[in-house]
């Protein structure tokens, strides 16, 4: 039998900023989100999606209805490069979910933290640690194992894709992360993964599996920022497994949603309760 392969995309949503400058918290204020979000998507076949979205593009840019459009213009490096969703129009994101909802072979998972908890545990961190102080980039790298654990041994060869970062390289980080991800998976389950892993950090104009996993964090921003979780359900039947780290109402390793577990407003309506006190 010829080996088998997949195909991950990662990316983040929101940030992993605590702090201002002056060390104040500036957790769900102007320009800073509530919430911490690492998407992956796992994509049957990459090619055909990659000619799929070239096409869409294509048709975009060629439609009269959008001409003299900025964020169409390829000077301004937005849709004419690739599709984003915080920067498409309106009309040209719903041609986007349209076309992932009718999509086949995307299968999609996600971790979410509540930076509230996380600022909680970096105070602890703060009053037993003296020499620590807390990184922005330390929450996404103490993520990305959790979210690869038990995705690293069911293919010979796994080519993963981390959507750039900054302008520092992290291919070390990530190749930490993996490992550490490989431990973990063989210490809970006894299984040693093997599988040839290929790690590359590119940005989405190159990988349409980036511009994808961007659209999946975005319904998910809706729904986490502002409550509005349409966007999502449309897309729900693509999602496989999300763990919302921080509610911990009933175990200590968070909720997770799936297929037979749907997320939606309701679900986290709890948030919303003990905050205003009811």
Same mark, same amino acid.
């Given at each position: 039998?010829?080996?088998?392969?997949?195909?991950?995309?990662?990316?983040?949503?929101?940030?992993?900023?605590?702090?201002?400058?002056?060390?104040?918290?500036?957790?769900?204020?102007?320009?800073?989100?509530?919430?911490?979000?690492?998407?992956?998507?796992?994509?049957?076949?990459?090619?055909?999606?990659?000619?799929?979205?070239?096409?869409?593009?294509?048709?975009? $840019?060629?439609?009269?209805?959008?001409?003299?459009?900025?964020? $169409? @213009?390829?000077?301004? #490096?937005?849709?004419?490069?690739?599709?984003?969703?915080?920067?498409? $129009?309106? &009309?040209?994101?719903?041609?986007?979910?349209?076309?992932?909802?009718?999509?086949?072979?995307?299968?999609?998972?996600?971790?979410?933290?509540?930076?509230?908890?996380?600022?909680?545990?970096?105070?602890?961190?703060?009053?037993? #640690?003296?020499?620590?102080?807390?990184?922005?980039?330390?929450?996404? &790298?103490?993520?990305?194992?959790?979210?690869?654990?038990?995705? $690293?041994?069911?293919?010979?060869?796994?080519?993963?894709?981390?959507?750039?970062?900054?302008?520092?390289?992290?291919?070390?980080?990530?190749?930490?992360?993996?490992?550490?991800? #490989? #431990?973990?998976?063989?210490?809970?389950?006894?299984?040693?993964?093997?599988?040839?892993?290929?790690?590359?950090?590119?940005?989405?104009?190159?990988?349409?599996? /980036? @511009?994808?996993?961007?659209?999946?964090?975005?319904?998910?921003?809706?729904?986490?920022?502002?409550?509005?979780?349409?966007? /999502?359900?449309?897309?729900?039947?693509?999602?496989?497994?999300?763990?919302?780290?921080?509610?911990?109402?009933?175990?200590?390793?968070?909720?997770?949603?799936? @297929?037979?577990?749907?997320?939606?407003?309701?679900?986290?309506?709890?948030?919303?309760?003990?905050?205003?006190?009811?």
């Amino acid at each position: 039998m010829p080996p088998i392969k997949r195909h991950y995309y990662i990316d983040e949503a929101g940030d992993g900023v605590l702090f201002d400058k002056r060390g104040r918290v500036i957790i769900g204020s102007e320009g800073n989100s509530r919430f911490f979000m690492l998407g992956l998507l796992h994509v049957e076949d990459p090619l055909s999606l990659e000619h799929s979205l070239s096409e869409l593009r294509q048709d975009i $840019l060629s439609d009269p209805y959008f001409a003299g459009v900025p964020s $169409l @213009q390829p000077e301004n #490096r937005k849709t004419a490069l690739a599709f984003h969703a915080k920067d498409d $129009l309106p &009309e040209v994101r719903k041609m986007i979910f349209d076309f992932l909802h009718d999509m086949v072979g995307l299968h999609f998972y996600a971790l979410v933290r509540d930076k509230k908890i996380v600022l909680a545990e970096v105070r602890r961190f703060e009053e037993n #640690r003296s020499e620590y102080h807390y990184s922005p980039n330390e929450l996404y &790298e103490r993520m990305v194992p959790r979210l690869l654990r038990d995705r $690293l041994h069911k293919a010979d060869e796994i080519d993963i894709v981390f959507s750039q970062r900054g302008k520092k390289p992290r291919t070390q980080a990530l190749l930490r992360a993996i490992e550490k991800a #490989r #431990r973990n998976f063989y210490r809970n389950h006894k299984i040693l993964s093997d599988s040839s892993i290929n790690i590359t950090v590119g940005r989405p104009d190159r990988y349409g599996g /980036l @511009q994808v996993v961007d659209y999946f964090l975005w319904a998910f921003q809706r729904l986490y920022e502002r409550g509005e979780d349409r966007y /999502l359900k449309y897309l729900w039947h693509h999602v496989h497994s999300v763990v919302d780290v921080d509610d911990r109402r009933e175990r200590g390793y968070g909720v997770y949603y799936g @297929q037979k577990v749907p997320l939606d407003a309701a679900s986290l309506a709890w948030r919303t309760e003990n905050e205003k006190g009811i």
